[in-house]
Nanobody
Framework: QSHLVESGGNLVQPGGSLRLSCVGSEFTLGLYSISWFRQAPGKAREGVSCISSKSTATGYADSVEGRFTISRDSAKNAVYLQMNSLTPEDTAVYYC??????????????????WGQGTQVTVSS
């Protein structure tokens, strides 16, 4: 699906930072709860973070709590994921996805209506 477009993935050294962007193409992101997922080679898709549509409520996976921050910029129709203190375990393709749920519904794939194509994040020395 092409409703969401991710960007910002790159190669970064351990301890570095990266900011991912998710931009809406054919709809308004503000109407949706938005989550970031990631999938590393040979591993299952993992929910990373979420921001709700009806409030400023956010959620984070235990593995990224305190290091990652999710935010919105309505003027740019975008959601961002600021990633700090990156480790090799953060290496994965990162996807954003949209749900019509008013609040973050968890990370079951069936709850998300639109998905981006993903952006590669590689953390390596």
């Amino acid at each position: 699906q092409s409703h969401l477009v991710e960007s910002g993935g790159n190669l970064v050294q351990p301890g570095g930072s990266l900011r991912l962007s998710c931009v809406g193409s054919e709809f308004t992101l503000g109407l949706y709860s938005i989550s970031w997922f990631r999938q590393a080679p040979g591993k299952a898709r993992e929910g990373v973070s979420c921001i709700s549509s009806k409030s400023t409520a956010t959620g984070y996976a235990d593995s990224v709590e305190g290091r990652f921050t999710i935010s919105r910029d309505s003027a740019k129709n975008a959601v961002y994921l600021q990633m700090n203190s990156l480790t090799p375990e953060d290496t994965a393709v990162y996807y954003c996805a949209a749900s019509t749920a008013s609040y973050c519904p968890g990370y079951a794939a069936g709850l998300y209506h639109f998905w981006g194509q993903g952006t590669q994040v590689t953390v390596s020395s």
